[in-house]
Structure formats: C-alpha cells, structure tokens
C-alpha cells in the first residue's frame, strides 16, 4: 500500500515550508543599484585590492570629490518636474559641516599670511586641506545621494569578513620572521600624510617592541579606530550571517591593533548609544533614574574603581602615555601665547622630550589650537556639537540617525587620541552613513523607533 504524497495542506509540511521561506527571507541580497551607490560600494569591498596595490590613501582622498561631481550633476539636472523620491535636498546640518570645514580653509590661508610662509607651501597646504578637512563635509554631503545605508552596512562586514579570511597569514607571518613591510607603493609619489599610507605590511613591532596590526591603516591606533566604526556598523546589518562575520572581524581588528582606546570604544560605544536612542521610552527613564539612585548611593567606591582603572590604563603604555600628554600641553601652551585666533599655519615638530614628534599630533584639539587657532577649533567643535542634538533627537526615532549618533561618538572620543582629518580617508563610510541620517531626519515623528 503506497503512502499518500505530502501536500501543502499537510500541517507538519506548512510549518517546514514556512520554517524554510523564513530563513531565505533572513538571507538578504544587497547590490548596488545606481552609480553613486556603485562608488561606495565598490571603493569598500576591494579594500584589500587597494591596499595591495598602495591606493588605499588615493581612493579615500578623491572618492568624496566624485561624489560631490555626482551630486551636482544631479542639482544641474533637477526640475520641477523630478519625482520628489529623486530630488537632491541638502539639510540645515549637513551646509553647518560645510561652513565649518571651509572656515578651516580661511584659517589655514591666515596663519600662512601672519607667519609669511612662502605662496607653495601655502598651495601644499590647501591640496592637504582638499584631502582631509574638506573630506569632513564631503562625504556626509554624499549622504544627500540616493544611497542606502544597508549598502554600507553590508560592504563593511565584507571588508569585515576578508580580514577573518586574512587572519592566519596575520598570524604566522610575525612566527616566520617575515617582513614587516613587504613594499612600498609607487603611488607614494603622489604625496599623502607619509609612507605608511602606502606600504603593504604583514605587522608591526612598537617601539616598545610590542607585537602589533595596522592592515591597510597607516599605525595601529588608526586601525583601531575604523575597527569600532565598522563595529558600530556591522550592528546595523540585518542579515545575522553577514552581521556576525563583520562583527567578529571589526572586533578582531580592534583586538590585533593593540590599542587601549579601540578596546574602551569597542565596550562604551554600543552601550552609550543603546541607552541614549531610547531616552524617550518611560522603561529607559526608570532605569535611568534607578541607576542615577545606586551611583548615588555607591559614588565613591565607583569613581575610586573607576580612577584605579585609568591610571592601569594609562600605566600599560606609560612613555606613549607621557609623550601624548606633552605634545597636547605644547601645543595648547604655545598656540595661546604666538598664535592664539588663526594659528601657525603648518605643524612643527617637537623637540627630543617628544621624540621629535609633530606637535598637536594625537589630538585633534591640540592640532587644530596650534596650527589653525581658535578660528580652526570652534570650526570643528561647531559643527560636532550641533550634530549630536540633531542625532540624539532623531535617533529616538530613526534607526540610522541611531548609527550616525554612534559615528559621531567614536569621532568625539578619538578627537583626544588622533587627527581626524588624516584619518578621513579610512572611516569615510562612517560620514556617509552621517550623512544619510541627516537626510533622513524627519522633524518630528509619531513613536520610537522598535
């Protein structure tokens, strides 16, 4: 006697069917589907091509003026006729970051003229600015572009994902005594912040002879810093198993940098965002307020752990710790006493107690007092402040505006460990991303987001 076929009206088939429609529909397909996206997109997943071939520092340099080409070829293009899915609007926020990166324009140009520095160090200079400041405003410009987030989500965890792959070579190489640089590209011909923008490593030993990473970045806290933007990213993804390759190699590379703030960041960052996207929910104001009953309460002993913590933190690297300090409190000392409104104009280096070191490195606000003045200082601070209330306002409502929240974080936090504007050209798909919660910002909204 023959067993009657399974058919759809069979319970126990429905349910396996539908256990199996729903785990195709968690598998999400993402490609580019306009040019703009195509540049992102393509700029992000061949990284380790670029980095290959020392184009890491050119296409992170240039890719935002393309962007910007593109942007306004659509303004040229746009009538009143375009379908209002289509059009190009600019927000109030994003023209503030503009303002703001072009004032550090006009402060460079003055330090040049109050220190009579030569017309080509002036234009070397201004080709800097193009490159770095000027990327600032760029990139959250892109955001006004058709371009979806969970492109970028999702090319992050591909770059994510290739550094996972990579990982057994990161390992054995340093075992194998294999060179640290492998070579040098010729495209350094074409100028950038120094050499290790272009040379291909496999590792790096610290002067304090610790085992570090640093990848397609040109030292390892700069790697560590675009590990906890791709963290932060890669959380955004919606595809679990896209979402755990890239957050498994972010938190890899924040791990192989060695890095005491990539690891700070990689822990705070999620919670601080978490906790403040939800401020209008009355369970976070409860527990909120809770928490501010025990701090209260448990004060002392919190702040004395919390103290003791630190002082562990910044006693593992004590000479980096040293040098850092000294260099922020040389270049805050000698900006407000020769240059205090626009600045010197270029860096100088420190003398031997910081190892020669260029002063204001390893702090934007240091760098910026010292080479850019007050002017160059409230340039940035403007433009950051305004940025995290429009943020955290919308992102009690927009998930995205909740991702650019947290990119905004991780930049504030590595203001006092890095320059921002060398390291634009690495974690520019943070600013995009910015740059699209600014153009999704809706001036009000009827509940949060779930």
Aim: a positive charge; one cysteine or more; proline letters at 6%.
């Amino acid at each position: 006697m023959s067993h009657p076929s399974a058919s759809s009206s069979d319970p126990v088939f429905s349910t396996a069917k539908g256990r199996r429609i729903r785990r195709q529909a968690k598998s999400i397909d993402i490609q580019p589907e306009n040019f703009s996206e195509k540049l992102v997109w393509h700029s992000m997943i061949w990284t380790y091509v670029f980095f290959l071939l020392g184009a890491v520092y050119p296409v992170g340099s240039v890719l935002g003026w393309i962007l910007l080409f593109v942007l306004l070829l659509k303004l040229w293009f746009q009538t009143d006729q375009t379908p209002p899915e289509q059009k190009i609007t600019i927000p109030w926020i994003t023209i503030v970051w503009i303002i703001g990166m072009l004032i550090q324009q006009v402060a460079l140009v003055m330090g040049h003229l109050d220190y009579d520095l030569p017309i080509s160090l002036l234009i070397k200079s201004t080709i800097g600015w193009a490159k770095g400041w000027a990327s600032l405003a760029l990139y959250p410009l892109a955001g006004c572009l058709p371009i979806r987030p969970q492109l970028v989500y999702r090319a992050t965890c591909i770059v994510c994902f290739h550094t996972l792959l990579l990982a057994p070579l990161l390992i054995i190489a340093p075992i194998l005594h294999l060179p640290e640089i492998l070579y040098v590209s010729p495209l350094q011909a074409i100028g950038g912040p120094g050499p290790t923008c272009f040379d291909v490593s496999l590792y790096e030993i610290s002067y304090e002879g610790e085992l570090r990473q640093r990848l397609f970045t040109p030292w390892g806290p700069a790697l560590g810093f675009l590990a906890n933007i791709y963290f932060l990213l890669t959380l955004q993804e919606e595809d679990k198993k896209w979402k755990w390759r890239g957050v498994i190699g972010a938190l890899f590379m924040a791990y192989i940098c060695k890095s005491r703030l990539a690891l700070i960041s990689a822990l705070l960052t999620p919670i601080v965002v978490y906790i403040l996207s939800q401020l209008v929910r009355p369970s976070m104001q409860l527990w909120l307020g809770a928490t501010a009953y025990a701090f209260g309460l448990l004060s002392t002993p919190v702040l004395e752990t919390f103290s003791n913590f630190m002082e562990k933190i910044k006693g593992a690297r004590a000479d980096s710790t040293r040098v850092r300090a000294l260099l922020k409190e040389i270049a805050f000392a000698r900006a407000n006493k020769e240059a205090p409104l626009w600045g010197h104009g270029v860096v100088e280096d420190g003398p031997h107690l910081v190892e020669f070191m260029p002063i204001g490195s390893h702090h934007t606000w240091a760098g910026l007092m010292f080479v850019k003045g007050v002017v160059g200082f409230w340039g940035l601070a403007i433009p950051m402040l305004l940025s995290a209330v429009v943020l955290l306002y919308q992102s009690q409502f927009k998930k995205v505006a909740g991702a650019g929240f947290g990119v905004l974080f991780i930049l504030f936090l590595y203001t006092f460990g890095e320059n921002l504007e060398i390291l634009v050209y690495l974690y520019w798909p943070g600013l995009v991303v910015m740059g699209i919660a600014f153009r999704e910002a809706l001036p009000s909204l009827s509940k949060p987001v779930t």
